[in-house]
């Protein structure tokens, strides 16, 4: 593993069970057992009935891209070595969204609505980030 210099997420008591998910490469969300929202970013309540009965889930890790940004240039400080890169936000086939970069694939051909999946970046020992791909079937 080559040294990796980009910011790296802080893991919190709240957000380990994500981040472990994601060293085993399990994508995994919350779940309200009360009243069935899907909950994305780790909460410790529910935020449509404030219940405490969550549920971790693992995600099959495919959906579609909602929307993207692509950064040829003019990146913070910390990416520029980076650039061209792409931001998504990606919509799950659970019902959550999130943000993630799109790898392996030719950002020219990126668009809305494309069905993708994810992939698992081992950065470090702690940490392996979620990034997403072009669907392969």
Not at 1 to 25: A, H, Q, R
Request: aromatic share 12%.
């Amino acid at each position: 593993m080559s040294e990796y210099n980009l910011p790296l997420p802080v893991i919190t008591t709240l957000s380990k069970v994500f981040w472990d998910g994601c060293k085993e490469e399990k994508l995994l969300y919350q779940h309200c057992k009360d009243c069935g929202e899907v909950i994305f970013f780790p909460k410790y309540l529910c935020p449509n009935c404030m219940s405490h009965n969550l549920e971790w889930l693992e995600s099959e890790g495919k959906g579609k891209i909602d929307t993207f940004t692509v950064t040829y240039n003019f990146a913070p400080p910390a990416f520029m070595a980076e650039v061209p890169y792409c931001v998504a936000i990606i919509e799950l086939d659970e019902g959550y969204r999130m943000m993630s970069n799109m790898v392996e694939c030719d950002f020219d051909e990126l668009e809305c609505d494309m069905p993708v999946e994810v992939v698992f970046d081992p950065v470090t020992e702690e940490v392996t980030l979620p990034k997403f791909r072009p669907a392969k079937s």
